[in-house]
């Protein structure tokens, strides 16, 4: 098979037809063809070779689509980085992937300066950085390199064991968790997203996209450029913007994640205005949305919200909730589930043993390890080995379904807490805290929180005689993690509660944040 052949196959179908819009930049098919030819083309003059990984780190930009589609034609596996990261995260991912190329904006310019001096030494593989608008030494200028380049396509030939992406998240060592997803995988993936829809997808069509393109905004990307739909991609969420780009371009898909669909309704709400009759379908989710957030959006736009529920490990749609399934008002009602499994997705709900509940008790979700939910890991084969069992994918939350067949996430059973739509794993930032000369140890978890799903609390136990301030530790933690993985909340208690075996009971860690919502 020819790597990327599909990108190439779109750009044939729609031509001159409107592919993707950047703010005033309008760009066809064929020119995202062209773009990402080059890209691949220069990417191979370089001396990279199929299988080799190239790691990104952009703004929602052109550029980043350029990047993703040419990194594919090329043979390389992508890997997108972060921008909030720190640099010591960006260094941990560079290095557990083994990048060979790592590709810098104008923003990150500083970073790319580090890349450089860590090559060879904390990066043995990393033979180049190649930068966007950044000069400085060492870093190749990438739109020199891109515009030389040949904009035919390689032509490189795959199979479907092909690694095209890692994509990472937080292990809850601490350690980056690389998820592998090969060609076949990612075709599955593709097959699943189109067979789950119910609504229409055409060249009438336009999709706004208001979050990174290396997260759940970048699931929609793909499907709506074969289709013939336009892209139009806002480099941040601004509610305003939000409603003027609805206006402007009759946007008729949305994805928001639960922060950005409270920002918008209160925006709404407070007399904002605008014309969103265009509006065919908002999808949500990546984390958990409360019932009432829900009825006040339909109540604003009407009967066409769409929940998808998925993971980094195997990407949405594993569960749909559709607009006429949006019934009733509370959780335990469909509108409080994430819908049902998708056609390629067998969901079984397990107890700690391995067997399967009864209807309507809660268990731990398992996925038969196949199709999209094939989960791999990059270098990780005990993940794999204490994930997967008997052919099982493991996923760490626990659901339950109702009667009707609709699956309600209730928690998880890893420390893992969703802020915002990004992951957050509760032993990276007690490892943090435990870095502050003052603190003894912490234990950290998530709390309901109106505006960020959850947010990441943390009870701290300090050294004998030592002293630091809850500012302190925030900004403190803010040295060495992203800052949506900073706590909002910290306790401070003379010891953390522990059983028998010596392990930390946060179950009981709550009450000790009696000002917040229950």
């Known amino acids: 098979m020819i790597a990327g052949h599909l990108i190439t196959w779109a750009a044939t179908q729609h031509g001159a037809r409107t592919a993707v819009v950047f703010g005033e930049q309008r760009f066809s098919h064929a020119e995202i063809e062209t773009r990402s030819n080059r890209f691949a083309q220069a990417a191979l003059a370089l001396g990279l070779q199929p299988g080799e990984r190239l790691a990104v780190l952009l703004d929602n930009s052109v550029e980043s689509l350029d990047s993703g589609f040419g990194a594919e034609k090329a043979g390389l596996t992508y890997v997108a980085l972060n921008a909030r990261h720190t640099l010591t995260e960006h260094l941990e991912i560079l290095a557990d992937a083994g990048a060979s190329a790592v590709l810098v904006g104008r ?172 509006l065919k379908r908002i999808h949500y989710g990546t984390a958990p949305t409360p019932v009432a957030l829900i009825r006040r959006a339909q109540a604003i736009f009407g009967p066409i919200l769409r929940q998808q529920y998925g993971m980094t490990e195997a990407v949405q ?90 699956l309600h996430i209730v928690g998880r059973n890893k420390d893992m807490i969703i802020s915002g739509g990004f992951n957050v794993y509760a032993r990276e930032v007690e490892d943090a805290l435990a870095a502050h000369p003052a603190v003894l140890e912490a234990a950290v978890l998530g709390l309901p929180d109106p505006q960020w799903g959850e947010a990441v609390a943390a009870v701290v136990v300090l050294r004998a005689g030592a002293s630091a301030s809850v500012p302190e530790l925030i900004a403190h933690c803010g040295q060495r993690i992203a800052g949506y993985k900073k706590p909002r909340h910290i306790a401070f208690a003379e010891a953390l509660p522990r059983n028998l075996a010596g392990k930390v009971q946060k179950a009981g860690l709550r009450q000790r944040f009696p000002a917040l919502p229950a």
């Open 107 to 278: 923003r990150h310019g500083e970073l790319a300066t580090a890349f450089v001096q860590a090559a060879g030494r904390e990066l043995p593989r990393l033979r180049h950085v190649l930068g966007l608008d950044v000069d400085a030494p060492g870093v190749t200028d990438w739109r020199r390199a891109t515009a030389a380049a040949p904009d035919r396509p390689p032509a490189i030939e795959i199979g479907p064991e092909h690694l095209m992406r890692i994509a990472y998240t937080s292990g809850t060592t601490g350690r980056p968790k690389g998820v592998a997803y090969t060609l076949e995988r990612w075709q599955a993936r593709l097959a699943n997203h189109f067979l789950a829809m119910e609504y229409g997808l055409s060249v009438d069509d336009a999709m706004l996209h208001v979050g990174p393109l290396t997260h759940a905004a970048g699931v929609y990307l793909f499907p709506c450029f074969l289709r013939g739909a336009r892209n139009v991609v806002l480099d941040q969420f601004d509610p305003a913007a939000v409603l003027a780009a609805i206006e402007r371009e009759r946007i008729t898909q949305l994805m928001l994640v639960p922060t950005m669909m409270l920002r918008l309704v209160e925006a709404i709400e407070g007399g904002a205005r605008g014309d969103w009759s265009s």
């Open 317 to 406: 749609p594993l569960c749909v909730l559709y607009p006429h399934e949006h019934v009733g008002d509370s959780a335990d009602d469909p509108i409080g589930s994430c819908g049902r499994p998708s056609a390629n997705v067998r969901i079984v709900l397990r107890d700690a043993s391995g067997q399967q509940v009864p209807r309507g008790a809660v268990g731990e979700i398992t996925m038969a390890h196949e199709g999209v939910a094939r989960v791999d890991f990059w270098r990780r084969p005990e993940l794999l080995a204490e994930s997967v069992r008997d052919g099982w994918y493991y996923s760490g939350d626990l659901g339950r379904f109702d009667p009707q067949g609709f």
